[in-house]
């Protein structure tokens, strides 16, 4: 063998998709998620919910890729021509051998900025310990009072009231209005819960506005506001954008919320679990006292006949006649909770009156009413119209009766021996025996001559 034979021998030869696998792998090893900025261009968006585009600038351009779940969180539709900014992997396209990029995240350029700011921003308060979970207020359960800081126009406060007034209306509410968007809203937020740490008059705040851009919810990403926040003697509970939505604010409150919906749940108890628990309380409560009383009778009876063994007389007569007022102010005090319980069960039982369906059912009973009125007039009817239609047919088929035939003189014939019916006398013979059926009786004849064979 010579030496360029065993040369060949020893080489290593890859298949392309060996060398095109061994190339992803090795790309996508090298880069981490990266921020790439670019222009799009050859936008396409089959049925699949996927995109596929270009991004390119002055001197280049990169294949690109952003499948359908991650494309349902964009905040905006991207065109050509675009000035975009992405998150992505670096990969390779096997089937035909291209360098792309895999889009995690995409939004329009100009936030670019303003998402390195949030994230500079992050760090340094994280740093400070601005979001440490040993700072976090506990929530009052339920709040006596609660403080809405936003806009007094917007959805959210909307949504706020709504879900409040449908679990526990009973719940008083202060809005402090502000703006939410701006270069003047964050001084506002900001002097809107200063203000309300100084009025005291509710312990509960929540701040909240609805969804929109990085840029629409910039101004709760302000260092001031953030300070603020961590500053409130007041527990604040944020309910900002959607549940995909983060801002400074959300990670300086004493706990975030997904939208301005769920901070109204998250704050108030369900109205009928609170009645329930307010029952229970009660019950726990008079059986605590009847206890109670039954304890003190016990020992009363006991120092009684303690005392009556010592005979202290004057002293014993001192103790009963304490006893007796101590039990008549314990009776007095059960009597008076009694009664304060009582009319605040009477004020949730009317509350709940007023959502009793009785109102409808009544309705719908009364619909029901109505309709069976109907039916049975069209039963009725029916039976009346079926009872004249069935007479006439009684006499249409009378009418065509056989026996009404007889009643005018005719006869039907039949042989004797077999019972069948003559039409013709050439279908009996002579000697043979009939039967004459009459409209009364049967006569049997003999057969004696035929004429008309």
């Known amino acids: 063998m010579n030496t360029s034979t065993l040369q060949a021998s020893q080489r290593e030869i890859y298949s392309v998709s060996r060398l095109v696998r061994e190339t992803r792998a090795i790309l996508e ?5 990266i921020w790439v900025s670019g222009e799009l261009s050859n936008l396409a968006q089959p049925a699949s919910g996927h995109i596929y585009f270009s991004l390119k600038d002055e001197a280049a351009q990169v294949r690109c890729a952003m499948f359908r779940m991650k494309r349902q969180l964009l905040r ?3 065109e050509n021509g675009q000035q975009v900014t992405i998150r992505a992997r670096v990969s390779l396209y096997e089937a035909r051998g291209e360098f792309q990029l895999i889009v995690e995240q995409m939004e329009p350029a100009g936030e670019g900025a303003l998402r390195l700011a949030f994230e500079q921003l992050k760090h340094k308060l994280a740093t400070e310990g601005l979001f440490d979970s040993e700072t976090k207020k506990p929530l009052p359960s339920p709040p006596n009072q609660l403080g809405i800081i936003t806009s ?4 959210a406060v909307r949504d706020l009231l709504t879900v409040l007034r449908r679990r526990f209306p009973a719940l008083p509410v202060i809005i402090y209005p502000v703006q939410v968007q701006g270069e003047d809203a964050p001084r506002q937020i900001i002097r809107m819960l200063q203000l309300a740490n100084q009025r005291q008059e509710c312990d509960l705040l929540i701040l909240s506005r609805g969804g929109g851009s990085l840029e629409d919810l910039q101004a709760f990403n302000d260092e001031g506001l953030a300070r603020a926040i961590h500053a409130s003697q007041i527990p604040l509970v944020t309910g900002i954008g959607h549940e995909i939505d983060f801002t400074i604010a959300d990670f300086v409150a004493d706990r975030r919320a997904p ?7 998250l704050v108030t108890p369900d109205q009928q679990e609170w009645y329930q628990r307010v029952t229970q309380l009660a019950r726990r409560l008079s059986q605590r006292q009847r206890q109670r ?3 003190l009778f016990d020992k009363t009876t006991a120092l009684e006949k303690r005392l009556s063994n010592q005979h202290p007389r004057q002293r014993l007569q001192q103790r009963a006649q304490r006893v007796d007022e101590m039990n008549q102010r314990l009776n007095r005090a059960l009597h008076v909770r009694q009664l304060r319980f009582g009319h605040k069960l009477e004020q949730l039982q009317a509350r709940l009156a007023r959502h009793s369906p009785q109102q409808r059912l009544e309705s719908v009973a009364q619909t029901a009413r109505q309709l069976e009125e109907r039916l049975h007039r069209t039963i ?3 039976l009346n119209n079926e009872g004249t239609r069935l007479t ?3 006499r249409d088929l009378n009418n065509l009766s056989p026996l009404n035939t007889l009643g005018r003189g005719y006869a039907i014939v039949s042989r004797e021996s077999d019972g069948r019916v003559l039409r013709a006398t050439n279908e009996i013979a002579i000697g043979e025996n009939i039967r004459a059926r009459l409209v ?3 006569l049997v004849c003999r057969v004696v001559e035929k004429e008309g064979d």
């Open 380 to 382: 009725t009817q029916r």
């Open 76 to 78: 905006f539709r991207p």
């Open 259 to 265: 939208t301005p919906s769920a901070a109204a749940e």
């Open 29 to 33: 090893g090298s880069f981490p998620l």
């Open 392 to 394: 006439q047919l009684a």
């Open 293 to 295: 009383l039954q304890q």
């Open 440 to 442: 009364k009786g049967f």
């Open 152 to 155: 007094p126009t917007g959805a």
